[in-house]
């Protein structure tokens, strides 16, 4: 797979970034990575990366980085302001490329999926469902089910922000109330979902899906793909 | 499991905090708030979840909050200093209190270690790796291989973090030795663990518990449980 694995370009190389190019790195894929910070470009060129020091909202250094030729862009940098920078250019001018952004909150994510982007984590997400779903099985939860509600939270979450995103540029009364709506239907259905997994003979909301993914080794849903959840 | 579940008790409910105490009421765990900002403590309000306004770290407010009674304190703020100042304070009035710890990277998270703290969860580190195992499979790793990486990496890291939260303490020297030493292991198993991988019949590092892991429908390792990796 690797051979074929394209170039990969990380903008940003903090705590976020610094991760992900480490998991690349680990896979035998080696990015390219655009970094401000002097400290980080030091450690890269340790790591063995190439790295370019500079702004990569800059044209001619995401040209430099080789992205006319790179298949994947990540967008790790901290500030959002220079994220959606470095998107703009980049869709801009090397339209072919695939990006996967991280997002600080909502705000954020709104922003991105304006752009058009739809591989989108918000930083805290993911670390807050992992703490909820061990701080429930230190109350006692089977491991399991822990597991599937953080799950199926996530899930939701996920298309409520996508959902809301649609309101948020209308006005706040009409985001409101969009909001409002999305709790209501969250709610009712991680409870049903709850019910189907403790009474199996109940299929409840999207339980089958769920099964299929749970009982199969394979990973999380490709965000990009995700089906709009209507319960 | 719910009646068994016992008071919870969350410090901080900016995005982080806030995504535990939905996840939390969402399984039916109505757990009271500590927070700083009348904003949060508004919207805490409307979704019906007991909120005490003020310092989690003093200890009249943490007994309004019925420390005394809870089984869990989570301590979801977003600064470190505070984090640490409410931790101490639990731990010295009411030791029978499991914690779970959010950090914001390894300087934190040796802290809290230091302290004891065993349930740790680095802000930014699940997210990385869920946006890293995404775009494996953008560049056309399986699925199960993306997510198997991102696994092995997180424990890799943990395991780290673990180690060389005892060098810290004692100098620089001591630490950058340790560090460069856990780089040179997370590598090698992380290679081994792909070769097992590709050729099932050579059982590589760990490969058993990450193959109990998968094949069950059960959750993630509990941090506090983790064994320490010793390729």
Same mark, same amino acid.
Request: net charge negative.
């Given at each position: 797979?690797?051979?074929?694995?394209?170039?990969?370009?990380?903008?940003?190389?903090?705590?976020?970034?610094?991760?992900?190019?480490?998991?690349?790195?680990?896979?035998?894929?080696?990015?390219?990575?655009?970094?401000?910070? =002097?400290?980080?470009?030091?450690?890269?060129?340790?790591?063995?990366?190439?790295?370019?020091?500079?702004?990569?909202? #800059?044209?001619?250094? $995401?040209?430099?980085?080789?992205?006319?030729?790179?298949?994947?862009?990540?967008? +790790?940098? !901290?500030?959002?302001?220079?994220?959606?920078?470095?998107?703009?250019?980049?869709?801009?001018?090397?339209?072919?490329?695939?990006?996967?952004? *991280?997002?600080?909150?909502?705000?954020?994510?709104?922003? &991105?999926?304006? &752009?058009?982007?739809? #591989?989108?984590?918000?930083?805290?997400?993911?670390?807050?469902?992992?703490?909820?779903? !061990?701080?429930?099985?230190?109350?006692?939860?089977?491991?399991?089910?822990?597991?599937?509600?953080?799950?199926?939270?996530?899930?939701? !979450?996920?298309?409520?922000?996508?959902?809301?995103?649609?309101?948020?540029?209308?006005?706040?009364?009409?985001?409101?109330? +969009?909001?409002?709506?999305?709790?209501?239907?969250?709610?009712?259905?991680?409870?049903?979902?709850?019910?189907?997994?403790?009474?199996?003979?109940?299929?409840?909301? !999207?339980?089958?899906? &769920? *099964?299929?993914?749970?009982?199969? /080794?394979?990973?999380?849903?490709? =965000?990009?793909?995700?089906? /709009? $959840?209507?319960?």
């Amino acid at each position: 797979v690797e051979e074929q694995a394209g170039r990969v370009i990380i903008a940003g190389f903090g705590r976020f970034g610094h991760i992900v190019g480490l998991l690349f790195r680990s896979c035998g894929v080696f990015p390219t990575v655009l970094d401000l910070d =002097p400290d980080h470009v030091e450690m890269l060129r340790r790591l063995g990366l190439k790295v370019f020091f500079g702004d990569a909202s #800059r044209l001619e250094l $995401l040209h430099s980085a080789g992205a006319r030729d790179a298949r994947l862009l990540v967008v +790790a940098v !901290d500030d959002e302001e220079s994220s959606i920078r470095i998107i703009e250019t980049a869709q801009k001018h090397f339209p072919h490329l695939q990006i996967f952004a *991280r997002a600080s909150g909502r705000p954020h994510a709104y922003r &991105l999926l304006k &752009l058009g982007v739809n #591989r989108i984590y918000r930083e805290t997400l993911d670390s807050s469902l992992e703490l909820g779903a !061990d701080a429930l099985r230190g109350l006692g939860f089977r491991a399991y089910e822990a597991q599937r509600a953080a799950r199926v939270f996530r899930r939701q !979450d996920e298309a409520t922000v996508r959902e809301l995103a649609k309101h948020w540029a209308t006005g706040t009364d009409s985001y409101l109330a +969009a909001a409002r709506q999305r709790i209501r239907m969250s709610q009712e259905a991680i409870a049903a979902d709850r019910d189907g997994f403790h009474h199996v003979a109940d299929a409840g909301w !999207d339980t089958e899906s &769920l *099964r299929a993914e749970f009982g199969a /080794p394979a990973g999380p849903e490709t =965000p990009g793909d995700a089906d /709009p $959840l209507t319960p």
